[in-house]
């Protein structure tokens, strides 16, 4: 089950909601706030902003757990 919020986030006491990121392995699902990044929640980095986008519409992602 997909949440539209940040598990990972939450977990360290921020509820933010998911979105699509960048960073220099690709495209992910994560969380930011003003700040900047805060978590990385899909396991999966995606080529393409396109393809991670129609990853967290239709759910087909996978959720990190806590280390």
Do not use: C
């Not at 990972?8 to 933010?16: D, R």
């Not at 990121?21 to 980095?45: A, F, H, K």
């Not at 393809?51 to 990190?64: E, I, V």
């Amino acid at each position: 089950m997909h949440h539209s919020t940040g598990i990972l986030a939450a977990a360290t006491g921020f509820q933010l909601p998911l979105q699509v990121l960048q960073s220099g392995r690709g495209y992910y699902i994560g969380t930011m706030n003003d700040e900047g990044p805060v978590s990385r929640e899909s396991e999966e980095y995606f080529r393409t902003h396109d393809k991670a986008s129609k990853a967290l519409q239709g759910g087909t992602w996978t959720q990190r757990q806590w280390a």
